[in-house]
């Protein structure tokens, strides 16, 4: 698709807000969430995060008082100071899951009083789980009137359980050979996935010793169970052989298995199979969808992101571009079949899955109306498609890229770029990017970087070099860089205007010969650890803004306006270096973590950031409001109306509260 000229954007901006005052009869219920209710992961199935309520609104946002705190401190040990899970709310009854087992909490949304609850039985698969405590919430449906909860589990098993009293539902699954194990109600996904396994003790050891587990809900569309996996993370891997985790769905009122897609192509005529060399795709895996999904169902599509293969930093073991990794999939929800498929990173070894839900808006480009799904990523790109086709909106284009020269690995010649929307956050790292609030600082930062090879987007990891005087590489952004899934990206669906949080953030993987970490290690170069990048005393590395909110037009690919997360925080502001010096807002080094109402962007600062949440104009970026939690945000929030009152929960905790649920509304 070639690039068209770009609309005039006040006089668009100006029409944009104007149709924005204008009701758009059944779009809600086009995206499966009817008004008032949050029965998504991200609202509604096209992950917008939006909610047309606005009781709540510039006005009287200051209003707001404490409604009800719910406590998660009994629910296992891992999460007494934080949550990932974000609520949803169908039918007068909220949901969440929490703790280390992950069990899922029915509440009264008016109190936070817990109406039912469902804990798994114990296996050794839910001990062997590294994502014990990253359960993001449930997925909802309705079979033959009846609304069904389906959850899985760190150990790997789907339940469908009954939305008003949490009873596993009869005829859904059958009986397992698990003591404690529902006669029915349950779906054991290891039979699924066909690797050799043991219901009580999963996966082999002799094939993976993580196996294999889960951290996103589900998403159900047109009548089938839509179901992603994850594993331990790619940093602390230090073999090449995995489990895949690929894509499965299920029939939402059975149970029975209707369809896989592998996410590494296993047969030499699949579609990708020529894209791992080596005979990689015969052992390789970790390839899977850890991120919330998003579907279409006017399409019958539903949207996949995907991440790196076994390890994180080296791929010199398998060779080629990788497909399916680190790539948005679109498949046919009934029969599992790729539709259209997009790779945001070949051979990705810079740990920069796609770590967050793909946001579907309907947009208007140069006067033609596109069905669109953007995809924003740790690189900080906003990926644009016809959901529908998977043509770029604009040219996506492959460019030059630095090369890799640790032994043995491959890196891709180019990369791709979307030429529009540009860039919302620093990409790569220069001198010029370095921390200078004082000449002592900036000293000390070129002192620290000197020991580092620096360079653009996509600079490759490296092992010590001591001709070279380095230690490792350093990229930018880094693996918890650009926009991740802790704040993410909500969109407008009634403007088409898209609102993403980021950090600057950098990572400098140190790679070591495997057998020198792990002696059991059959990968040549490991990483021990992400490979955070230390500033001098304490202090980032780099220049401010350290975290931002940028607003997008999708219409135009333009940026409309981006603002600080928040100010300047203590430990910057109280830096003994730093005494007597006008230091700037820097913005808090945290992910904003959002939900966009018809009136307003609300937005919390993020874990490690300050206890407050604000209403920002969505035109202007401009904030209007700000109020104090119990506890700063953990993950994404959400709203509803229940009993003609609007509420906003957000998850949070730490700072000497429990992780738990603030729940929000007007006195």
């Not at 798994?120 to 993001?136: D, I, L, M, Q, V």
């Not at 051979?347 to 480009?365: C, E, K, R």
């Not at 909106?393 to 791709?416: A, F, L």
């Amino acid at each position: 698709m070639n690039q068209s000229p770009i609309l005039r954007r006040s006089l668009w901006t100006g029409l944009v807000w104007t149709l924005a005052l204008i009701p758009f009869a059944g779009e809600a219920q086009d995206r499966g969430n009817p008004h008032g209710e949050w029965r998504y992961w991200g609202a509604d199935a096209w992950s917008t995060r939006y909610s047309p309520l606005d009781q709540i609104n510039a006005e009287n946002f200051e209003d707001l008082r404490l409604a009800w705190v719910w406590r998660g401190d009994n629910y296992g040990t891992e999460t007494v100071n934080l949550t990932r899970s974000t609520p949803t709310y169908v039918d007068g009854i909220l949901y969440t899951v929490h703790g280390d087992t992950r069990t899922v909490i029915a509440m009264d949304p008016a109190t936070g009083e817990t109406l039912w609850t469902f804990r798994e039985p114990h296996t050794a698969r839910w001990e062997r789980s590294p994502r014990k405590n990253y359960g993001k919430g449930v997925a909802y449906d309705e079979v033959d009137g009846r609304g069904i909860i389906y959850h899985v589990t760190p150990a790997f098993f789907l339940h469908a359980l009954d939305a008003k009293t949490g009873r596993p539902v009869e005829g859904f699954g059958g009986p397992l050979p698990l003591e404690g194990f529902p006669e029915t109600g349950t779906v054991d996904l290891l039979e699924a996935l066909g690797y050799p396994y043991d219901p009580y003790h999963g996966i082999h050891d002799s094939i993976s010793t993580d196996g294999i587990t889960n951290s996103s809900p589900p998403i159900v569309v047109n009548g089938v169970v839509v179901v992603g996996s994850s594993h331990e993370q790619g940093y602390y891997q230090f073999h090449q052989q995995d489990v895949r985790g690929d894509i499965m769905g299920f029939d939402a009122r059975t149970g029975a298995h209707r369809w896989t897609f592998e996410v590494i192509p296993q047969s030499p005529d699949a579609y990708g199979f020529d894209t791992w060399e080596n005979d990689a795709w015969q052992w390789v895996g970790s390839v899977s969808a850890w991120a919330p999904l998003s579907a279409d169902p006017e399409l019958d599509i539903v949207y996949i992101p995907t991440d790196p293969p076994t390890v994180d930093y080296f791929g010199g073991h398998h060779p080629g571009n990788n497909l399916f990794s680190t790539s948005i999939l679109a498949l046919n929800a009934q029969t599992g079949e790729r539709v259209w498929h997009f790779q945001t990173v070949h051979h990705d070894i810079w740990n920069y899955d796609n770590p967050h839900a793909p946001n579907l808006v309907n947009i208007t480009v140069d006067g033609v109306e596109i069905p669109a799904l953007v995809q924003t990523t740790k690189q900080s790109f906003a990926y644009t498609f016809d959901r529908a086709t998977g043509e770029p909106v604009w040219p996506i284009e492959e460019r030059p890229v630095p090369q890799s020269d640790v032994p043995g690995e491959q890196t891709s010649p180019t990369q791709p770029f979307p030429t529009r929307p540009a860039a919302y956050e620093m990409q790569g790292l220069t001198e010029d990017d370095l921390i200078d609030f004082t000449p002592e600082l900036r000293q000390m930062a070129l002192d620290i970087v000197s020991q580092y090879r620096i360079g653009p987007l996509f600079n490759p990891p490296a092992i010590p070099n001591e001709e070279e005087g380095i230690r490792a590489a350093i990229h930018c952004p880094g693996a918890n860089g650009g926009t991740n899934i802790p704040g993410g990206t909500v969109v407008d669906p009634e403007t088409g205007i898209l609102y993403t949080a980021s950090i600057k953030s950098c990572s400098a993987p140190e790679l070591l010969r495997g057998t020198d970490v792990d002696p059991t290690s059959d990968v040549d170069w490991v990483s021990i650890g992400p490979g955070g990048v230390p500033g001098p005393q304490g202090l980032p590395l780099w220049k401010p803004p350290f975290g931002r909110i940028t607003a997008i037009d999708m219409n135009t690919g333009e940026h409309l306006w981006w603002i600080h997360n928040g100010d300047t925080p203590d430990f910057v502001l109280n830096h003994p270096l730093l005494e007597g010096v006008d230091i700037p807002n820097t913005g808090q080094r945290a992910h904003a973590t959002k939900l966009v109402t018809r009136s307003l962007l609300i937005s919390a600062e993020g874990r490690g950031a300050r206890p407050l949440m604000h209403a920002i104009d969505k035109r202007t970026g401009e904030t209007l409001g700000t109020v104090e939690m119990p506890a700063t945000s953990n993950t994404a929030p959400m709203t509803y109306m229940h009993e003609g009152k609007q509420y906003i929960v957000v998850p949070v905790g730490g700072a000497g509260m429990p992780a738990g649920l603030a729940a929000f509304a007007l006195p």
